[in-house]
């Protein structure tokens, strides 16, 4: 088995993020869609409003799609890479102190 490339490993834990996941079934989604269309397999609509609306669809929901994906993408960057202010140290994820506490 090949050893996988270090940039890989870096890369994965932000494909783990539910808005990548939701964006790239998104993508896959209207892309498949958009292609059938565009290839004739899907025959366009007989009204010239039904398609549009359709035309509308495919083209806004495959742009949608890549913004939540990059949305997904910065969310994680920001969420790996914030520190507290002053102390350089990573913040909590929960927003709880890890601090022993005092009784």
Known sequence: MESVPPWVKDFIPYLMHPLVLIGFV???FFGIHRTLIKSGIIPPLS???GSAVVKLL???GFQLSLV???LGFALQFFRDNRTTVGTGSPA???GVSTAPQRR
């Open 58 to 60: 495919l083209r806004y």
């Open 26 to 28: 998104a993508l896959l």
């Open 92 to 94: 909590p994820e929960s």
């Open 68 to 70: 939540v994906i990059v």
């Open 47 to 49: 009204q010239r409003g």
